[in-house]
């Protein structure tokens, strides 16, 4: 009797702790399951911000090549530029300014001018200079005989053309309210914003920041002429 008794007892124990045990052994399968499909919904997350940090960085990239478009030719007269060739902005900027110059039709009398006085070498040879180069328009505001005799006087040539060269490179940003010695040794002037700029409150840029191998070029609308 006693034998039958603890039989009973320990099956009754078997079958009540059995299906515990399979409920413990499902919510451990759930719960591994869960975490899974967490892990998945995750990492689509952690791709979209990884997307979205790499968008971010491209725009700020972008910002930064727009910076450096604000350091281009500026000015009405530079649209008559060409395009390509040695007398575009892409080839004047492997020659040095008097060879740069010379295939600009605009600046053809003051090239000629340049040679007249012996500069050429001196102007080539020359390191981060500034040089305003009046256009052909500009000499043609002078009257016909006083302009022929400066071109024959190399020695008054020489002292105009060198007051429009400063002896190291300028940007539009120095010219907003600027006065800077030249090689003729006496100053001039600046004054401006943005794309407009006068020299000696005379001349106006119409073609400003032309880079050359050795200068930065300023086109202007007048001849600039030194103090006596």
């Known amino acids: 009797m006693n034998i039958r008794f603890r ?10 702790v059995l ?11 759930d719960s591994g399951t869960s975490d899974s499909s967490g892990s998945s919904d995750k990492a689509p997350a952690s791709a979209s ?31 008559a530029v060409p395009e390509d060739g040695a007398g575009s902005f892409d080839g004047m900027a492997k020659d040095p300014v008097a060879t740069a110059a010379s295939n600009n039709p605009a600046l053809s009398t003051l090239v000629s001018a340049v040679k007249k006085a012996g500069l050429v070498d001196t102007l080539n040879n020359a390191q981060n200079i500034t040089v305003f180069a009046p256009t052909n328009d500009a000499f043609k505001k002078i009257p016909k005989a006083t302009l022929d005799k400066v071109l ?9 053309l060198t007051y ?15 006065s800077f010695a030249t090689l ?45």
């Open 49 to 79: 911000a990884s997307a979205s940090a790499s968008k971010s960085s491209e725009d700020m990239g972008g910002s930064g090549s727009g910076a450096a478009g604000m350091d281009q030719p500026f000015g009405p007269a530079c649209s």
């Open 164 to 178: 429009h060269v400063v002896g190291r490179k300028l940007t539009p940003k120095d010219l907003e309210n600027g």
């Open 152 to 160: 024959n006087d190399k020695a008054q040539l020489t002292k105009i």
């Open 19 to 29: 299906p515990l045990t399979l409920t413990a052994c499902s919510g451990s399968s």
């Open 184 to 228: 003729e040794k006496s100053k001039v002037t600046t004054s401006g914003s943005g794309e407009s700029y006068t020299v000696n409150d005379s001349a106006k840029v119409v073609c400003g920041n032309v880079k050359t191998a050795n200068a930065n070029v300023y086109i202007i609308d007048s001849v600039l002429m030194p103090g006596s």
């Open 7 to 16: 039989l009973t007892t320990g099956l009754l124990a078997a079958v009540t």
